[in-house]
């Protein structure tokens, strides 16, 4: 059963950085590298949003709001992954979470309930 687990998250000024990483574990006859993996955001009254995507061949994807931004990266001898996020605002606060499918993505936008593998979550607040 994989799992996974996220640090990273705190409290921030508007403008300010942080870098989320999310540590995989539990892989059996399949490898990190075999996942797509994801980075979710859920504010509070929101739904959850996709944010951004690694596919197995290190191909990238982001969300509008985010891109130029926020950097998704993966680190297959460490199972981890990374989400370096730089100039950000009020509206990226919420709790960030980290989610695997093995192979593909299913696609863009991200649906999360397609992912059957989630962390924790970790809370970034940003103050303007």
């Known amino acids: 059963q994989v799992q996974l687990a996220e640090s990273g998250g705190g409290s921030v000024q508007a403008g300010g950085s942080l870098r989320l990483s999310c540590v995989a574990s539990?892989?059996?006859?399949?490898?990190?590298?075999?996942?797509?993996m994801t980075w979710f955001r859920q504010a509070p009254g929101k739904e959850r949003e996709g944010v951004a995507m690694?596919?197995?061949?290190?191909?990238?994807r982001y969300t509008d709001s985010v891109k130029g931004r926020f950097t998704i990266s993966k680190d297959n001898a460490k199972n981890t992954l990374y989400l370096e996020m730089n100039s950000l605002k009020a509206e990226d606060s919420a709790m960030y979470y980290c989610?695997?499918?093995?192979?593909?993505?299913?696609?863009?936008?991200?649906?999360?309930?397609?992912?059957?593998?989630w962390g924790q979550g970790t809370q970034v607040a940003v103050s303007s």
């Open positions: 989610a695997a499918r093995w192979l593909n993505c299913g696609g863009w936008p991200l649906i999360h309930s397609t992912y059957p593998y």
């Open positions: 539990g892989f059996t006859v399949t490898t990190f590298s075999d996942y797509c």
């Open positions: 690694t596919v197995t061949d290190g191909s990238t």
